[in-house]
Nanobody, 127 residues
């Protein structure tokens, strides 16, 4: 059974940076797309970023492009989300997810394309 555990969230001020991590166990991490989603209070879960199995392709939501960077270390079964210039609008619970298909490079921006999800980590950005 695949388990995904996020860490690195917290309370920061606008303009600060945070680095989220998602450690995977079980399954075949190194052959799967990994993604980050977020859900703010009262809003639907939304796509943030995804990365192909080998790290060669990355995609971002327009709202975080140029501020956030997704990366992965297949030797450590871990995916990261580096978040810079944080804004109050970035406040949300952030979830990592593992894609359903192997060796994919596509734009995995919908929840239905992911088979496994972590429990989430809270990010709060104060103004």
């Amino acid at each position: 059974q695949v388990q995904l555990v996020e860490s690195g969230g917290g309370l920061v001020q606008a303009g600060d940076s945070l680095r989220l991590s998602c450690a995977a166990s079980g399954g075949t991490f190194s052959s799967r797309v990994m993604g980050w989603f977020r859900q703010a209070p009262g809003k639907q879960r939304e796509f943030v970023a995804c990365i192909s199995w080998d790290g060669g392709s990355t995609y971002y939501a327009d709202s975080v492009k140029a501020r956030f960077t997704i990366s992965r270390d297949n030797a450590k079964n871990t995916v990261y989300l580096e978040m810079n210039s944080l804004e109050p609008e970035d406040t949300a619970v952030y979830f990592c997810a593992q894609g359903s298909s192997t060796y994919a490079r596509g734009y995995y921006y919908t929840s239905s394309q992911y088979a496994y999800w972590g429990q989430g980590t809270q990010v709060t950005v104060s103004s």
